[in-house]
Each structure stands twice: as C-alpha cells, then as structure tokens.
C-alpha cells in the first residue's frame, strides 16, 4: 500500500470514529476535542500535562489578557456582588489577571497554571484546573479564565469551577473568534463558536448553572473578529 492510499485510509477510519488522523474529535454537536490518548485508546494525562507545560514554557512571555478587559470586569464584578473577599483565575501563565483584579478589587486572588513556571509569578500555584482544592468549595465570589480552550475535559472543567462558586458567585468565560471549533490542536485542545458554547454550557449545568449574560468586550486583539465575556451563576 502506497503512502498516500495508507493516508486516504487512515483519515477514512478516523472520520467513522469521528477522530481524524490529527487526534481532534469533531463532534456532532458542532465542538471540536483534541484527543489525548495511548496507543490503547485510554486517556493520556501525562501527554495532555506535558505538551500544556511545553506550550505555557514556549508563550511564557505572552500575555493574553488585557488591562482595560480586567477593569471592565471588576467594575461589573462588583455592581454585580458587591464587594468581593476571593477570586480565583485559571490558567494565567504569567498572572497578569490576577494581579490586576488584586489592583480593582482590593481582595484575595489566585492563579493556577499547570506548568512549573507557576512558582515565577506573584499569587500563582501550580495546579490543574480541572480539579478542586477542598477549601474552594462553596467559597468563591468570582472566577476568570480565558483557558476553557486548554481543557481535556471542558464539562468536567466547568463543572469543577462552579462548585466552588458561592450561591451569590460569578463565573467568567472569555471566548473569542480564536476559540471555534476549527483552531483546535494539541495545545488548545477545545473549539466551539459562539452559540455551539452557551448551548453546551447550559447543557453541561443541568439546572445547577446556566449562561445568565454576554459582555461584549472593551478591547480586543485586531486579529479577533469577536471577543466576549460569557457569565455563568449557579442557579
């Protein structure tokens, strides 16, 4: 069998799997997931958590967020709240999110990264967000990421953030053009357009959360058709 028929073949068998020969997953539902597996079709974590400590480590001098973005935030944080005592932001590789929201909102926050740059950054720990730290449960009044496109396992993920929300707590979602089904890859693993993702998330929340408001952002990258903040309360 010739190299390109072998090709043919492969990307054949991985279209009546729904897993191309890339390893993303197009899913019916109008998401895209990349694939971390062993040669036995279990889930690799070690490969999932190697190749995001690579992509933190190879970006390490990007920063994603925006200033004015985190300002316009707190300002809504806290119209919407009141004063808040602990935020948490999930994947911020350099911390500038939290940083800033200490600045707006004169309260405790944290940032997690699953790379071992974490100990670099003021306020950071290395942690993977898809688990929870006994302590936040129940305990948050403000969650931020703009790394839900970083996720192995988006619902688990999202589930796992709005459990530590207080019943008053807010959960932030940034999504962006870059985030659609078609840009996912090994290091961003999760795409989904704008509606396919309220769907899925009002989905995933099964009546214990649900997508409550869209802010339009301030600022965006020119790159961006589209940036927006997706608010998330526990119902």
Avoid at 71 to 79: E, H
Avoid at 201 to 218: C, D, F, K, S
Wanted: aromatic content about 12%.
């Amino acid at each position: 069998m010739t190299r390109g028929v072998l090709q043919k073949t492969l990307v054949r068998l991985g279209d009546v799997v729904g897993i191309g020969v890339s390893g993303v997953r197009r899913d019916p539902r109008g998401f895209s997931q990349y694939k971390y597996m062993k040669s036995d079709g279990s889930f690799d974590y070690d490969k999932y958590r190697r190749l995001q400590i690579r992509g933190n480590k190879d970006k390490i001098d990007a920063v994603w967020a925006r200033q004015g973005n985190i300002a316009f935030l707190a300002d809504f944080i806290q119209k919407t709240i009141g004063q808040p005592e602990f935020g948490l932001c999930h994947g911020t590789r350099r911390g500038k999110e939290q940083a800033w929201f200490r600045e707006y909102l004169d309260c405790e926050v944290i940032g997690t990264e699953i790379s071992d740059t974490a100990g670099q950054f003021p306020h950071t720990i290395q942690w993977d967000f898809h688990e929870v730290k006994p302590e936040w449960l129940d305990a948050v009044d403000f969650i931020y990421s703009n790394s839900l496109d970083h996720a192995y396992d988006p619902e688990k993920c999202l589930n796992a953030w709005m459990r530590c929300l207080r019943s008053t707590g807010v959960c932030i979602i940034e999504h962006s053009s870059s985030d659609a089904s078609g840009q996912v890859n090994k290091l961003d693993a999760f795409g989904a357009d704008m509606t396919v993702m309220t769907g899925l998330m009002n989905q995933w929340g099964r009546n214990r959360y649900g997508v409550t408001t869209i802010l339009e952002a301030p600022e965006k990258h020119h790159s961006l058709d589209y940036l927006n903040f997706i608010i998330l309360r526990r119902v």
